[in-house]
T-cell receptor, first 113, second 110 residues
Framework: DVKVTQSSRYLVKRTGEKVFLECVQDMDHENMFWYRQDPGLGLRLIYF???????EKGDIPEGYSVSREKKERFSLILESASTNQTSMYLC????????????FGPGTRLLVL | TQLLEQSPQFLSIQEGENLTVYCNSSSVFSSLQWYRQEPGEGPVLLVT?????EVKKLKRLTFQFGDARKDSSLHITAAQPGDTGLYLCAGEDNTDKLIFGTGTRLQVFP
């Protein structure tokens, strides 16, 4: 079974703090993704990566950065957290190519005070 | 930006009822995926439809891809409390990324 794990299920941070969200997958998938999920907006793509050390901006990259130093690990970084970044963050991975299933982690619910 | 609109946004029904969820876009997708998400978990893939007009069945769930590959529907027959969850459609664009719909939250009461 594919397993995608995220470092924390719940996080509470203060405005201005630097926040790291970690995601690890165990299936040697090439592609990894970070989404945020907000009620009524579905999932919105923040950043994605097709390979180690590669990163591409998604639809809402402002205020975020990512790191992929190893194939199995994809980190999302909030350089200076703001209250409008309070959200559910979901990581996913998949094989490269079309019609492949995206496998999601359980999510990290982040509250920025 | 491509958009996928789902309707209805919320659905609350009794066990045994039938329901249909719609997923509409003005864009053409190479494939359309449906996911279900339960509280505290990430979305899990239910089905992928690829060909215009394609119909796939998964027990009591029937998925259809529109002829023009711009829209899709999910029909559940005789809903059960175990069907409760958030249903998300997602269209695959020409760079194999997914564009997710706005979601339909289904509650089935016993």
């Amino acid at each position: 079974d594919v397993k995608v794990t995220q470092s924390s299920r719940y996080l509470v941070k203060r405005t201005g703090e630097k926040v790291f969200l970690e995601c690890v997958q165990d299936m040697d998938h090439e592609n990894m993704f970070w989404y945020r999920q907000d009620p009524g907006l579905g999932l919105r793509l923040i950043y994605f990566s097709y390979d180690v050390k590669m990163k591409e901006k998604g639809d809402i990259p402002e205020g975020y950065s990512v790191s992929r130093e190893k194939k199995e690990r994809f980190s999302l970084i909030l350089e200076s957290a703001s209250t409008n970044q309070t959200s559910m963050y979901l990581c996913a991975s998949k094989w490269g190519g079309y019609q492949e299933t995206q496998y999601f982690g359980p999510g990290t619910r982040l509250l920025v005070l | 930006t491509q958009l996928l609109e789902q309707s209805p946004q919320f659905l609350s029904i009794q066990e045994g009822e039938n329901l249909t969820v719609y997923c509409n876009s003005s864009s053409v997708f190479s494939s359309l995926q449906w996911y279900r998400q339960e509280p505290g978990e990430g979305p899990v893939l239910l089905v992928t439809v690829v060909t215009g007009g394609e119909v796939k069945k998964l027990k009591r769930l029937t998925f259809q891809f529109g002829d023009a590959r711009k829209d899709s529907s999910l029909h559940i027959t005789a809903a059960q409390p175990g069907d409760t969850g958030l249903y998300l459609c997602a269209g695959e664009d020409n760079t194999d990324k997914l564009i997710f719909g706005t979601g339909t939250r289904l509650q089935v009461f016993p």
